[in-house]
């Protein structure tokens, strides 16, 4: 049974900092593609970023520029390293490990975490 486990979210002041971290367990980490998403109150989910098994990253325009997603597959975790913050990025912030290797449009998600809030302030 494959698990993820969030941390890092909180209440921080718009242009400060967050690390959101993911654990993962359940299944051999290094081969699977992982992604990030959120959720604000009254929207849809929507991708934030993704990373392959090789390490090749992707981001939503939204991000781009300031937040990063790297992996440590010797510690079964992906992070979200998160910058220059706005109150636009207030969610619920999901990890999420995808079926395969690699991530693209479309591709199929098999597991979820919970979720860790994110709430920035103006």
């Known amino acids: 049974q494959v698990q993820l486990v969030e941390s890092g979210g909180g209440l921080v002041q718009a242009g400060g900092s967050l690390r959101l971290s993911c654990a993962a367990s359940?299944?051999?980490?290094?081969?699977?593609?992982m992604g990030w998403f959120r959720q604000a109150p009254g929207k849809e989910r929507e991708f934030v970023a993704a990373?392959?098994?090789?390490?090749?990253?992707y981001y939503a325009d939204s991000v781009l520029g300031r937040f990063t997603i790297s992996r440590d597959n010797a510690e079964s975790t992906v992070y979200l390293q998160m910058n220059s913050l706005k109150p636009e990025d207030t969610a619920l912030y999901y990890c999420?490990?995808?079926?395969?290797?690699?991530?693209?449009?479309?591709?199929?998600?098999?597991?979820w975490g919970q979720g860790t809030q994110v709430t920035v302030s103006s």
């Open positions: 359940g299944r051999t980490f290094s081969r699977y593609a």
């Open positions: 999420a490990q995808y079926s395969g290797t690699a991530y693209y449009t479309g591709a199929r998600l098999d597991y």
């Open positions: 990373i392959n098994w090789s390490g090749k990253v």
